[in-house]
């Protein structure tokens, strides 16, 4: 081959490598955001700001606000902990466990995913602080060495969860922040105004670009990616022992750690999804996050959607067949009782709307995709709710039987925390590089251009 | 320390008993008040309580005057409580650290150590009827009631009545002041005042030789009443005395006059009794001799030694004495009469044949009387027949009669010769006064406690004839609906704030004496009487040393006699002997045929019956602890409702929660429903007692803008339908109405039918799982096997399999240690009786707030004891039975390993302790708890105290427990601050604790005792012997966490013959 062919796909692997950064760079350098950014904001804002009021009532007035009583001491703050918690997995998900199966497609969405992974927990780590009678105290829970030599009960599973879930949000932060490191980077150099330039400069760490610099980084972001990859699975594992350590019928049960996983795997893409395919299209991003990323997404949710409806199959299969009366009822009562319809919502969303997913016509379908992920998400919700709320309202003893009843605060607050969600993640978009600019260049087919004849 | 002990050493006497403190016109004070009130600070208070100045106030800051008027909230309280306000401020510190100035007293008063509870004697009357109490006082402030073990009657129990009675004490609705209405305008008055008014009231009478002034007084058996009645008539013949209580055993009185010529009081024997059968008769609540009754049933029902008396009930509605019934006949109240008269006929003839009557005709009635009436007859002179007051005069004379006949008279029934045989029914009474007051004869009304203008019968318009009295007053705690049309209104000191003597229900006369200096200066009946009888000068205290030294036979001055007497609390010796009487012949009423059982009873002609319900008769409708209490049947809170049961509520048409319309002749009461199972067919209980207007802030008030919870079914109630009313109208109204029950209501309809199925079935599994219950048959026939091969645990089996080969202590951790103590408890399920001492017993030694209505519903009440309800079988005429579930101190406590800070924690005694200030509140022990016995503190229940008219509450909070704060987790913990007193008192004085010494306050207040408490180490400990007995068992025991409490199966000794039938649903 001769060499001018050779430059002129370098040439065009420039080309295309500068268009990646324009259009992403684009977004952060542009003086005004996209039309739809400023009232979506102000939505978010308006939202949030809900939660902060309710959370100043709940402060004052005590977790009385809430429809939590002697029988259901928990309620919809842990339904919401394990929701949020739930939906944070996709973004390591994607980040360490496809990079690390050398899944290419991933780069286009890993960065916004570890975002929304990490918006995400922040919201969960509210609900188990403010959950607690008197959050001033929540600190407690944390082994703080002190002259009295009390230390936490560390055969307590909320415990576990104290490190499970600090562990999780250092080190999403951090593979996070690490991956930002070259697009800081790119933004510095780009950058004409000097306060950006300084900004992003101490953000980028003084990132130059070099091969040894290269190849550090490449050898430490695969050991973060090394290290993230179990927690994506301990985390909700220790989230479910919650449950399966506790002695309740609905909850003693060994099922639930993978069982956990696979959902929360499951809603954190239908999450990601429900943002990304109109952030794509907001922001015009279409020929980087492409249809074919798009539909492996959709895949991923068909496959773990079932997972969870098997799940669901086994759970009250061994009901049945374990003779545990306490246990039968209790699933007979999840789907028949005064929560029946609780438990169909679950099911309907769960299990009967990813299996739309098996066609083509529907995973390249935009609209039904956000559709469909929204109810998976619902539908998530509801399965922490059937499990939390069905079963401590009917235990052991019937007289201490009692129907739930959540208040408008419940709502509030849960509402409110998808607000601070959302002013995060726009945020996010507006000021930081939504997409990994660095690892879409270098899985593109243009990086190894030059190298193809040899 | 010498607190708490019960032994006679033990007990102080107060100080202010000698003359020396007996000359000023007021109790004296009790032990520790602190410093002296002479002086400045007297003269002060009664500078403020001059009109002009109280005028002045409610001019000059309308909003604040209740504040200022307040005495307690000023220095008053400074005052009172000196020293212990440090130690009230640690309680309501709570978990958090609160400051509070400490005020010490400068000279500490002889006797008297800060911290040290001291018990004393004194007594509760109610009805008429007394119960002999040991008041705690902690600091110069009664915090605790109990029941006085010597009292010969009483004895060591007490009811929730009168454990909650300590409440009203320091309510702060009671009126604080005199108040005189002139031109329809309430003015503040003082003492003083009052007393003039009352010596005008004399001294007018006086022209008149009294002619023209009436005494209308609660029942009361006060000897020194009595006396200064007499003196009264004797001094002014003219004056008239009458008697009302809107409940009240007159209808027995009346009967037993039928049957002997004399008003004999009855009194069952129920420890000699071998067969007990009750028509309509509540023998264990509000009957006078509950406590006594309760005991003695109690003691009945062993059947590990082989004694078991029978229980067969015949009733409308469920009484607690139904629902420990070993059979139970539900029948509307007014086919009592037939078939009592019928069972007297098969007991003569011995055939059920040959009585031809409708309603024995029936099969379920037939063969119950047959049954009963051979079962009486085995076991003649020692049965009992026992008629309630919701009876007619003439049943009881039947019952009287039978009861004869069976030689059970003299066995186990006695009659004893009333106090006050001479007065007639108090409804005829009442009827007379009215007639009195609307002719204008009345000039004088003086009103001695009650609220006739709330519960006399509404025919008689007691309001309307009030208003032609020229002066009337009212004695009363509360600034009630009475005492708003009354010309006077003083307020009433508390019976723990004043001198006074009463009879118990078997005449031993029982001394009260002040605990406390009465906290708004009010008067006690003795002040207003003293004053009528002209005996101004003389001390309450003297008085009734007078009375009560005169019949002991002693001198009025001889201080050993009398200091006894204090020490004691009653007159030993002063219970009447039963006498013996002969039963008249009489004519009864022949057997009216066509009357039915009927299952469905047309609408119109449908039966009312009037109950007592947990306000008493209204009286404690202010009172949280009662309102929030949840009825032993219905588990409601915060309401009365109509008990319909449910297959007349099904054929009229009405649902749970729904208003109904009643018709009661051309009075309606729009009401709510509650379906009720059990309630006979035809028959709708009405409870008495609510709906309120000027009650308080609790039990409704007008002024205070609070709608009063539940029904004013007194609007129903006529002199002539007293108890119990026919041709009754009920219609639906479609409306539904939010009752507060604290558990679910039986029958559960769900989104499908499945549902429906399995949480029925479920709810009745686990009924025969957790309330173990075997018959005594059956017991005796396998006595070690009764409870592994019961059919129930075949069920608990299957709850869970246990793994083959595996210990049942098998755990991961190690076992707990013991060296010294470990405590444990036993409940004898046979012995419970539902009656809620326990629960309120609790709520007061341990500071648990009241939660309201809304919270109630919202299933956050905060009672550590909840006694589950059981219902089996045929709703219509079910078998029920009674769990009291509380922390069982688990010994693999699920909860102690999940709470992620160590707030509960197993201590090196075996309890589950719990550390408040640790406490953040996760809730995750309350989610892992099986028996969901954990209660949260979801909001700071205790706010309302804060308000400066509340801050009186606070003192009766108990120091040695903690006041818990927001967001804290609370639960039972085996009244640990009572162990360690115990251990503490052991210790200093070198002795180890003797079984049955510690007793928690749960197990003080359970008249049968079935709640027993000690220590598992020691093998000779009742409660170890308890939980070795064959039918002791282990709540929900397949869960491996070994309790430390053990249930004792409920063995029922049902007649054979009367095998349970197996009924279909009829509904």
């Known amino acids: 081959m001769s060499s001018a062919e050779t430059s002129t796909e370098a040439l065009e692997a420039r080309e295309y490598f500068k268009g990646i950064s324009d259009s992403v760079c684009g977004i952060v350098e542009a003086e005004r955001a996209p039309r739809i950014w400023y009232p979506a904001f102000a939505a978010a804002l308006c939202v949030a700001g809900v939660l902060v009021v309710s959370l100043y009532i709940l402060l004052t007035v005590g977790t009385g606000i809430w429809g939590n009583n002697n029988s259901e001491a928990w309620a919809w703050p842990i339904v919401n902990f394990v929701f949020w918690v739930g939906i944070g997995h996709a973004g390591t998900l994607i980040s360490a466990v496809l990079f690390l199966m050398r899944q290419k497609w991933r780069t286009s969405i890993n960065r916004a995913a570890e975002a929304m992974t990490i918006f995400a927990v922040i919201c969960a780590g509210l609900f188990p602080v403010i959950h607690t009678g008197r959050p001033w105290l929540a600190y407690w829970l944390l082994p703080i060495p002190n002259d009295m030599a009390i230390w936490p009960q560390f055969r307590s599973p909320l415990a576990w969860d104290v490190f499970a879930v600090s562990t999780y949000m250092t080190v999403s932060i951090l593979f996070w922040f690490m991956g930002l490191v070259p697009d800081f980077a790119t933004l510095r150099d780009r950058t004409k105004s000097n306060v950006k330039h300084t900004i992003y400069g101490i953000l980028a760490l003084g990132w130059r670009g070099s091969a040894r610099q290269w190849h550090r980084y490449e050898r430490a972001y695969l050991i973060m990616a090394a290290l993230a990859t179990p927690l994506v699975f301990s985390v909700h594992s220790v989230v479910s022992f919650d449950f399966a350590v506790g002695q309740l019928p609905g909850w003693h049960t060994t099922i639930f750690p993978p069982y956990f996983v696979a959902g929360a795997i499951f809603s954190g893409f239908a999450m990601v999804l429900t943002l990304l395919v109109p952030a794509r299209a907001i922001f015009n991003m279409k020929h980087i996050i492409t249809d074919q990323h798009v539909e492996n997404m959709c895949k991923v949710i068909l496959a773990t959607g079932s997972m969870v409806g098997f799940a669901y199959g086994t759970e009250f299969f061994i009901a049945w067949y374990s003779g545990n009366a306490y246990e039968g009822f209790t699933f007979l009562n999840r789907a028949f009782g005064p929560f029946a319809w609780a438990y169909w919502t679950m099911i309907t969303c769960n299990v009967l709307v990813p299996q739309f997913f098996w066609f083509k016509k529907i995973r390249t379908s935009p609209f039904i995709i956000v559709g469909l992920c929204i109810l998976v998400n619902v539908g998530m919700w509801f399965e922490r709710f059937v499990i939390i709320v069905t079963s401590l309202t009917r235990s052991f003893m019937p007289g201490s039987w009692h129907y739930f009843s959540p208040t408008m605060f419940d709502a509030s607050i849960f509402i409110g925390s998808f607000g601070l969600f959302f002013t995060l993640f726009l945020l996010f978009l507006r000021f930081m590089p939504m997409i990994a600019m660095f690892e879409v260049k270098g899985a593109s087919p243009h990086a190894h251009a030059g190298v193809k004849h040899h | ?1067």
Not at chain 2, 628 to 643: H, I, Q, S, V
Not at chain 2, 1009 to 1014: E, L, T, V
């Open chain 2, 1 to 1067: 320390m010498s607190s708490l002990k019960l032994t006679k050493s033990g007990r102080v006497v107060p100080l202010g008993h000698g003359a020396s403190e007996s000359s000023k016109g007021t109790a004296p004070k009790s032990a520790s008040l602190g410093p002296s009130q002479d002086g400045f600070w007297r003269s002060q208070a009664d500078l403020d309580n001059t009109p002009e100045f109280q005028e002045f106030l409610a001019r000059e800051y309308p909003e604040q005057e209740e504040q200022l008027k307040d005495p307690l909230s000023r220095r008053r309280f400074v005052q009172l409580m000196g020293a212990s306000f440090a130690l009230a401020g640690v309680s309501q510190a709570g978990c958090r650290w609160e400051e509070d100035k400490i005020l010490p007293l400068s000279r500490r008063p002889d006797g008297y150590i800060p911290g040290v509870a001291k018990q004393y004697a004194s007594a509760f009357e109610l009805g008429g009827s007394a119960a002999g109490l040991l008041v705690t006082c902690m600091d110069g402030r009664p915090i605790k009631i109990e029941g006085n073990p010597e009292h010969p009657f009483t004895g060591g129990a007490s009811t929730s009545v009168a454990q909650a009675s300590i409440l009203e004490m320091y309510d702060p609705d009671r009126s604080r002041a005199v108040r005189r209405q002139e031109n329809g305008q309430g003015l503040i008055a003082t003492r003083a005042d009052a007393l003039e008014a009352l010596r005008k009231l004399r001294d007018d009478a006086k022209g008149t030789r009294g002619a023209g002034l009436h005494v209308l007084s609660e029942a009361t058996s006060s000897p020194t009443v009595a006396k200064l009645r007499q003196e009264i008539q004797a001094a002014m013949p003219g004056v008239k005395w009458h008697e009302y209580e809107p409940l009240s055993t007159d209808e027995q009185r009346e009967g037993n006059r039928m049957a002997f010529g004399t008003p004999h009081r009855t009194h069952y024997l129920l420890d000699r009794a071998a067969v007990i059968a009750t028509f309509d008769a509540e023998l264990f609540g509000n009957h006078p001799a509950a406590l006594r009754h309760s005991t003695h049933f109690a003691a009945g029902r062993n059947p590990d030694t082989g004694k078991q008396n029978r229980l067969y009930a015949v009733e409308s509605a469920y009484s607690l004495t139904g629902a420990v019934a070993d059979h139970r006949l539900p029948v509307r109240s007014e086919l009592i009469k037939p078939i009592l008269l019928g069972l007297e006929q098969v007991l003569a003839k011995g055939d059920i044949a040959s009585v031809g009557a409708a309603i024995l005709g029936e099969a379920k009635v037939g063969k119950f009387i047959t049954e009963l009436a051979k079962d009486l007859q085995k076991n003649a002179g020692k049965g009992i027949v026992a008629v309630g007051d919701q009876q007619p005069a003439e049943v009881h004379a039947i019952a009287a009669r039978i009861n004869e006949s069976l030689r059970n008279q003299n066995s186990t029934v006695a009659y004893t010769v009333e106090d006050n045989p001479q007065r007639p029914r108090h409804t005829d009474d009442l009827k007379g006064l009215v007639a009195s007051m609307q002719s204008g004869k009345v000039s004088g009304l003086l009103i001695i406690g009650g609220n006739p203008v709330y519960n006399a019968p509404t025919d008689l318009d007691f309001a309307g004839a009030l208003a032609k009295v020229d002066s009337s007053v009212h004695l009363s705690m509360y600034d009630d609906e009475t005492s708003k049309l009354t010309n006077w209104h003083i307020n009433r000191a508390h019976y723990l704030e004043a001198w006074g003597d009463s009879r118990s229900y078997d005449h031993t006369v029982t001394l009260a004496q002040p605990m406390i200096e009465p906290l708004y200066d009010g008067l006690s009946p003795l002040d207003v009487l003293k004053v009528l009888a002209g005996r101004d000068d003389d001390t309450n205290q003297d008085l009734v040393r007078g009375t009560l030294l005169a019949m002991a036979g002693s001198d009025a001055s001889n201080n050993k006699v009398w200091r006894r007497l204090l020490h004691d609390g009653f007159l030993p010796g002063s219970g009447s002997r039963p006498a013996s009487v002969v039963p008249k012949q009489f004519a009864a009423t022949p057997l009216t045929e066509g009357q039915k059982l009927g299952n469905s009873i047309p609408n119109g002609k449908l039966e009312v019956t009037f109950r007592e319900s947990a306000t008493y008769d209204g009286r404690y409708a202010n009172n949280s602890w009662l309102v929030e209490t949840p009825d032993f049947m219905t588990k409601l809170t915060w309401d009365n409702a109509a008990l319909i049961g449910p297959a007349t509520a099904k054929s009229l048409g009405v649902s749970n929660g729904e208003l109904a319309k009643i018709q009661v002749g051309d009075a309606t009461l729009k009401m709510v429903v509650h379906v009720s199972p059990g309630q006979a067919p035809g028959s709708v209980a009405l409870p008495l007692g609510w709906g309120r207007n000027r009650a308080g802030h609790v039990g409704g008030h007008e002024d205070y803008k609070v709608k009063a919870p539940g029904f004013n079914t007194y609007a129903l109630r006529t002199s002539a339908g007293f108890s119990s009313v026919n041709g009754v109208t009920v219609k639906g109204t479609g409306e539904s109405y939010p009752l507060a029950e604290t558990q679910d209501h039986f029958a559960m309809e769900e989104f499908f039918d499945i549902g429906t199925k399995a949480t029925n079935e479920a709810v009745q599994t686990r009924a025969n799982v957790q309330i173990k219950t075997a018959t005594l048959e059956t017991y005796k026939k396998d006595k070690e096997k009764i409870i592994t091969k019961d059919a129930h645990i075949e069920i608990e089996k299957k709850l869970l399999r246990p793994i083959e080969g595996r210990e049942i202590n098998a755990s991961l951790y190690d076992e707990h240690e013991y060296k010294g103590h470990k405590w444990g408890m036993s409940i004898d399920l046979g012995k419970c009786t539902g009656c809620n001492s326990c629960s309120v017993a609790c709520q007061a030694e341990n500071n648990i707030p009241v939660v309201g209505k809304t919270e109630v519903m919202n299933n956050r009440e905060m009672h550590w004891i909840r006694i589950d309800r059981f219902f089996k079988g045929n709703p219509n005429n079910p078998e029920m039975a009674f769990l009291p579930v509380y922390c069982q101190q688990c010994e693999g406590a699920p909860c102690e390993v999940v709470c992620p800070v160590e707030a509960t924690s197993h201590s090196d005694e075996g309890l589950n302790d719990m550390t408040y200030n640790r406490c953040v509140g996760t809730r995750y022990c309350a989610a892992n708890c099986p028996y969901k016995v954990r209660r949260f503190n979801f909001k700071y229940w205790n706010k309302d105290f804060e308000v400066a008219r509340n801050k009186v509450r606070t003192l009766l909070s108990n120091p040695d427990v903690t006041v818990r704060s927001r967001g804290v987790m609370e639960k039972c913990t085996w009244c640990v601050q009572r162990i360690e007193r115990t251990k503490i008192d052991a210790k200093n004085n070198r002795r180890s604790i003797v079984d049955g010494e510690i007793k928690t306050a749960c197990q003080q207040a359970c008249p049968t005792q079935a709640i027993r408490f000690g220590d598992l180490a020691d093998k000779e400990s009742v409660v170890y012997k308890n939980q070795e007995l064959p039918r002791a068992y282990a709540l929900l025991a397949s869960l491996n966490n070994s309790p430390r409490n053990a249930f004792l199966a409920r063995i029922t000794n049902p007649n054979p013959a009367l095998a349970p039938a197996k009924e279909h649903k009829d509904h």
